[in-house]
């Protein structure tokens, strides 16, 4: 049994939901700037107030299990991108808090809107950021980093941060869609086909300058069998795209937000063709890099036991809270 295989795979399933469930939760607050009115706005939160924080367990889960399984790559990854990863934490601090004060402030309310937008708005940039950093590769010599503390710093990083931005505005649009109703569902009912578009034309994009700026990914792109793997992506991108942008047209309040969670899964399998098997790019494989494997063993045990339950009080926490949620409910507080 290759037990760095399936430890991968649960690495990679914890990031893929993770990236669906803050996904829409993030992008929320980077719908706030679009939406005025105060009601409405307690609206937006009140649909993932049950819910965000447990959303989170999913990156816990992440970067625990890269630790245990692979424990070069998180020594690596973190003395590559400390920087941006510390302040997506600090991000996601200030959007916590506000979560907790902004319901129970009166003056100082427009202060915390500000922060959830904020906290919001850089923490997904920041993702971005971090996942065209390693897109670009980590410089390593024997497994260690060896690079510069700003060579996460590039234009393929800036623009894939931008990309994650418009990412989640258009998951948080396909959420409130199925979540609310009356004039907020009709703004997002608007703003949802420029999101799409403006999505359309940053997968475009990444897509040309990645093999452009990145001639190893371009000669694994264009290689037998990725090649064969990679080719139905853009073609299912443009399918998901039209068939959001229709849905929005007539209306549907559950197609525009499965649409957008199918475009984001082509996006993520993109992502995992690339790089395959590498899991510290370009060289450093998943088996290179993997722990004993006892260790890997000893902390699988404790994952199957794990997983089970955060998928059960996950999908618990989600039927619970599934109805829509109008101005005038009680909600969060």
């Known amino acids: 049994m290759d037990i760095s295989l399936i430890w991968a795979m649960i690495i990679a399933l914890g990031v893929l939901i993770y990236v669906i469930l803050d996904g829409f939760d993030l992008g929320i607050g980077i719908l706030f700037p679009f939406i005025k009115g105060q009601q409405e706005r307690d609206v937006m939160m009140n649909t993932v107030a049950p819910v965000w924080d447990g959303n989170e367990t999913w990156m816990v889960l992440g970067g625990a299990g890269l630790f245990a399984a692979f424990p070069i790559v998180y020594a690596t990854v973190l003395s590559a ?84 931005v418009i990412m989640y505005a ?20 608007q703003l949802m086909p420029k999101l799409i578009f403006a999505l359309f034309v940053i997968f475009a994009a990444v ?51 499965i ?32 722990a004993p494997r006892d260790s890997q063993v000893f902390a699988l045990i404790g994952a199957l036991i794990m997983i089970p339950i955060i998928l059960v009080y996950t999908f618990w926490g989600y039927w619970i809270f599934r109805d829509k949620v109008r101005v005038g409910d009680q909600g969060y507080h």
Do not use: H
């Not at 264009?222 to 929005?248: E, G, K, N």
């Open 81 to 164: 991108l400390y920087m941006p990863i510390t302040l997506m934490v600090i991000a996601l601090i200030f959007r916590g808090v506000a979560f907790e004060f902004r319901f129970k402030a009166n003056r100082s309310k427009a202060l915390w809107d500000m922060a959830f937008i904020c906290g919001s708005t850089l923490a997904s940039f920041l993702q971005g950021v971090i996942l065209g950093a390693y897109i670009q590769g980590l410089e390593t010599e024997n497994g260690i980093f060896v690079g510069g503390s700003l060579d996460w710093l590039t234009p393929f990083s800036l623009f894939t941060g931008l990309g994650v």
């Open 170 to 189: 258009a998951l948080g649009c396909g959420w409130l869609i199925l979540k609310t109703d009356d004039g907020l569902q009709d703004r997002m009912y």
């Open 207 to 257: 897509s040309l300058y990645t093999p452009y700026s990145q001639p190893a990914i371009a000669e694994k792109w264009f290689a037998i069998p990725q090649l064969i793997y990679f080719s139905p992506v853009p073609i299912l991108v443009v399918i998901f795209t039209f068939l959001t942008w229709q849905a929005c047209l007539k209306r549907s309040e559950y197609k525009p937000f």
């Open 259 to 290: 649409y957008t969670l199918m475009l984001m899964f082509l996006a993520y399998s993109g992502f995992v063709i690339t790089l395959w098997p590498n899991i510290i790019p370009p060289s450093v494989t998943i088996w290179e890099a993997a």
